[in-house]
């Protein structure tokens, strides 16, 4: 596929996503959703590639689904078309690591696009926010959900209700992101982390991702029997084999992925 409005790259077992439509604030097209779900798609299933990566520019992460693609919109084109297609689902079925870097603004299906991200870094000037009320909807990929869970409800209520934005120490503090870095080095920031992933056992950060992605779907008693199953698992590994043996010799592990 021919990519016009992101590009990727591949380095160091890290596959980069940048979302590339500047001059509409990365707004999230239909074209850009389907080209950034064939984009996971393929790096998801490539061995070469241990963690993803999705960024956007310094001014804009994404700010929001395209509203000039949605304005004539009705129910019935909504409802026949491929408008809640799968591609809207991409980043949360990866099987992968993703971690969204994230400058300026990150707006209606720019969050929604993060929170769907594993690990969220921010730049200093990054925005977080759920305007769409604004515009005489609610958020539709996942907003009234996700945000709820990463900041609770009385801040994401006020958030989705009133339209506010959250500035990137807010968003810290609330714990929407793991870090804030400065613009300069944000992607650096986020290969850094990545690249400590991508070191690590595959079987082990693929199993690590479902367990804790787990912890969103079910009651805390089902979420630690599966984390427990998991956990056994591993030690049909043989990369548990040589993690263990490794510590105990004092020599760094030599991963099969195994
Ligand atoms: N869509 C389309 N174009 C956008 C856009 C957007 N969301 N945001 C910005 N742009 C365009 C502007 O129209 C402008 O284009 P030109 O006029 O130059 O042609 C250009 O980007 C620069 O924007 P501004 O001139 O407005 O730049 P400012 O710095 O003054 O303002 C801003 C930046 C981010 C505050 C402002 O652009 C803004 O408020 N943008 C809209 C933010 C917003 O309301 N976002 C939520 C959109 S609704 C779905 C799943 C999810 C969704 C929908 C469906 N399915 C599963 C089907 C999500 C819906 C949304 O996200």
Same mark, same amino acid.
């Given at each position: 596929?021919?990519?016009?409005?992101?590009?990727?790259? =591949?380095?160091?077992?890290? @596959?980069?996503?940048?979302?590339?439509?500047?001059?509409? /604030?990365?707004?999230?097209?239909?074209? /850009?959703?389907? $080209?950034?779900?064939?984009?996971? &798609?393929?790096?998801? !299933?490539?061995?070469?590639?241990?963690?993803?990566?999705?960024?956007?520019?310094? +001014?804009?992460?994404?700010?929001?689904?395209?509203?000039?693609?949605? %304005?004539?919109? #009705?129910?019935?084109?909504?409802?026949?078309?491929?408008?809640?297609? !799968?591609?809207?689902?991409? %980043?949360? &079925?990866?099987?992968?690591?993703? =971690?969204?870097?994230? !400058?300026?603004?990150?707006?209606? @299906?720019?969050? $929604? /696009? *993060?929170?769907?991200?594993? =690990?969220?870094?921010?730049?200093?000037?990054?925005?977080?926010?759920?305007? $769409?009320?604004?515009?005489?909807?609610?958020? @539709?990929?996942?907003?009234?959900?996700?945000?709820?869970?990463? =900041?609770?409800?009385?801040?994401?209520?006020?958030?989705?209700?009133?339209?506010?934005?959250?500035?990137?120490?807010?968003? $810290?503090?609330?714990? /929407?992101?793991?870090?804030? %870095?400065?613009?300069?080095?944000?992607?650096?920031?986020?290969?850094?982390? *990545?690249?400590?992933?991508?070191?690590? !056992?595959?079987?082990?950060?693929?199993?690590?991702?479902?367990?804790?992605?787990t912890a969103f779907e079910t009651t805390l &008693?089902q979420g630690?029997?599966n984390?427990?199953?998991?956990?056994?698992?591993?030690? *049909? #590994?043989?990369?548990?084999?040589?993690?263990?043996?490794?510590?105990?010799? +004092?020599?760094?592990?030599?991963? +099969?992925?195994?």
């Amino acid at each position: 596929m021919t990519y016009t409005c992101i590009k990727i790259t =591949i380095e160091d077992g890290i @596959g980069l996503i940048i979302l590339d439509r500047p001059d509409a /604030l990365n707004a999230l097209s239909d074209t /850009l959703m389907h $080209e950034l779900s064939n984009a996971i &798609n393929t790096f998801d !299933s490539n061995p070469d590639i241990s963690v993803l990566i999705i960024t956007g520019n310094d +001014k804009a992460f994404a700010a929001g689904a395209d509203i000039k693609g949605m %304005v004539d919109k #009705t129910y019935i084109d909504a409802y026949s078309s491929d408008f809640i297609g !799968s591609h809207w689902h991409c %980043v949360s &079925n990866c099987r992968k690591p993703v =971690i969204a870097a994230v !400058s300026g603004y990150a707006f209606g @299906g720019g969050c $929604e /696009l *993060a929170m769907m991200c594993d =690990i969220i870094i921010a730049s200093e000037t990054a925005q977080f926010g759920q305007p $769409e009320i604004k515009l005489g909807i609610i958020p @539709g990929a996942g907003g009234t959900q996700r945000l709820v869970r990463a =900041i609770g409800k009385s801040k994401a209520m006020e958030m989705i209700l009133t339209g506010r934005i959250m500035k990137a120490d807010e968003a $810290e503090r609330a714990g /929407l992101v793991s870090r804030i %870095v400065s613009s300069e080095n944000l992607l650096l920031e986020a290969k850094h982390i *990545a690249k400590k992933i991508a070191k690590l !056992s595959t079987p082990s950060i693929l199993m690590a991702k479902t367990a804790v992605n787990t912890a969103f779907e079910t009651t805390l &008693n089902q979420g630690i029997k599966n984390e427990r199953g998991i956990f056994l698992s591993l030690f *049909a #590994t043989e990369d548990q084999k040589e993690g263990m043996k490794a510590f105990v010799e +004092k020599r760094p592990p030599k991963w +099969k992925n195994k």
